[in-house]
């Protein structure tokens, strides 16, 4: 049963969407402060998170910052906010989604469904194969030469297609000393289109102006 963490400190927002989840079979927690959620989060494997901005402790974008340094779990920001800039701190952040209030709970059910569907790993397909234990990924069958920063980032991709990675969590997942500025993350990208092209695979990887790179779903 797929399992979803809704963290919101107010309950007419949370209770109707915890019941919208919980009819449509989904196994749904409830905390109200971004500690709390990193604490359950850290202790419990969980599916994806539903994650207010404004929390009474610390603000959702921090909670996403601290999350994403340990995790890639799939983040459905909700929030009061409608301003452009908040929506793209989100995305860039590493946030898979980003709804407004008010809100219907089934669009939301719907949008976690279009977000878990999007995000299954790519290796299930003819694609993509992403061997971890061996830390190597083939693509179309044929197994791609790549450096340890060229292939975290586009295992990290394969793992979440069609979420926009920003240069900054991309030079994260390099964690490499080599990679200190965020335009060396250009020249991985560069690096693996052109690894990728023989295989007529390079358009894969798209860039989302101003904000980063993603794979292509299709």
């Given at each position: 049963m797929t399992r979803v963490l809704i963290v919101d400190d107010e309950p007419r927002i949370a209770e109707?969407?915890?019941f919208a989840l919980e009819r449509e079979h989904f196994s749904v927690c409830?905390?109200?402060?971004?500690e709390e959620a990193l604490s359950r989060l850290?202790?419990?494997k969980v599916d994806l998170?539903?994650?207010d901005v404004g929390l009474p402790d610390i603000n959702g974008f921090e909670v996403l910052k601290q999350l994403r340094q340990r995790s890639e779990v799939p983040v459905l920001f909700l929030t009061a906010r409608q301003e452009e800039v908040d929506r793209i701190l989100g995305l860039e952040l590493g946030g898979d989604d980003y709804v407004t209030k008010p809100f219907s709970p089934r669009e939301v059910v719907a949008r976690i469904r279009a977000i878990l569907k999007r995000g299954q790993p790519r290796q299930a397909q003819t694609l993509w194969q992403l061997d971890e234990a061996g830390a190597r990924i083939l693509c179309k069958g044929q197994a791609l030469s790549l450096t340890r920063s060229e292939y975290r980032i586009l295992a990290a991709m394969i793992q979440h297609p069609g979420q926009v990675f920003s240069r900054a969590r991309l030079l994260d997942i390099c964690d490499s000393d080599e990679d200190s500025f965020e335009r060396s993350v250009d020249t991985h990208i560069k690096t693996l289109r052109a690894k990728l092209k023989p295989l007529h695979s390079d358009h894969l990887i798209a860039t989302r102006r101003g904000i980063g790179y993603y794979l292509e779903t299709a």
């Amino acid at each position: 049963m797929t399992r979803v963490l809704i963290v919101d400190d107010e309950p007419r927002i949370a209770e109707p969407l915890m019941f919208a989840l919980e009819r449509e079979h989904f196994s749904v927690c409830h905390v109200a402060l971004g500690e709390e959620a990193l604490s359950r989060l850290a202790a419990d494997k969980v599916d994806l998170v539903v994650l207010d901005v404004g929390l009474p402790d610390i603000n959702g974008f921090e909670v996403l910052k601290q999350l994403r340094q340990r995790s890639e779990v799939p983040v459905l920001f909700l929030t009061a906010r409608q301003e452009e800039v908040d929506r793209i701190l989100g995305l860039e952040l590493g946030g898979d989604d980003y709804v407004t209030k008010p809100f219907s709970p089934r669009e939301v059910v719907a949008r976690i469904r279009a977000i878990l569907k999007r995000g299954q790993p790519r290796q299930a397909q003819t694609l993509w194969q992403l061997d971890e234990a061996g830390a190597r990924i083939l693509c179309k069958g044929q197994a791609l030469s790549l450096t340890r920063s060229e292939y975290r980032i586009l295992a990290a991709m394969i793992q979440h297609p069609g979420q926009v990675f920003s240069r900054a969590r991309l030079l994260d997942i390099c964690d490499s000393d080599e990679d200190s500025f965020e335009r060396s993350v250009d020249t991985h990208i560069k690096t693996l289109r052109a690894k990728l092209k023989p295989l007529h695979s390079d358009h894969l990887i798209a860039t989302r102006r101003g904000i980063g790179y993603y794979l292509e779903t299709a």
